[in-house]
C-alpha cells in the first residue's frame, strides 16, 4: 500500500478507529469488531505507507498499570487525506465509534 493507494474496507476502518480516539490495537479491536490477526497488520500497514506513527509508551506508566506496554498510533497529514478519500469512498465510516471507550480524545494529525 503506498500513499496513493486507495484504501480497502479494513484499513479504512482501522485508520477511522484511530482517527476517532482509539490509539492502541486492544483499543482499536474494541471499535471495530475485528480480531488482532487483522488489526495488528492493518496498523502496521498502515504505518508503512505513512498513514499513521506510533510510539511506544513509557515502561513505568505499563508497570504502574501492571499490564504489558502499549503502541500507541496517531494519523498523520496524508493519512488525514487518506481517510477523508475513504469516507468518501464508504459514506458509512462516519457512523462507526467516534470515541474511544477511555474517552480519549481524537487524535490529531
Known sequence: MTPSTTLSTTPALVLHA???GHRYGFDV?????????????ALRRLEDSGFVRSSWEP????ERAKRPRRRYYEVTASGV????????RFP??????????TGAEPSKA
Open 29 to 41: 479491536m474494541d471499535a471495530t469488531g475485528l480480531p488482532s490477526g487483522t488489526v495488528y497488520p
Open 59 to 62: 515502561h513505568a506508566r505499563a
Open 81 to 88: 487525506t487518506a481517510l477523508e478519500a475513504a469516507r468518501r
Open 18 to 20: 484511530v482517527a476517532t
Open 92 to 101: 458509512w465510516l462516519g457512523a462507526v465509534g467516534s470515541t474511544s471507550a
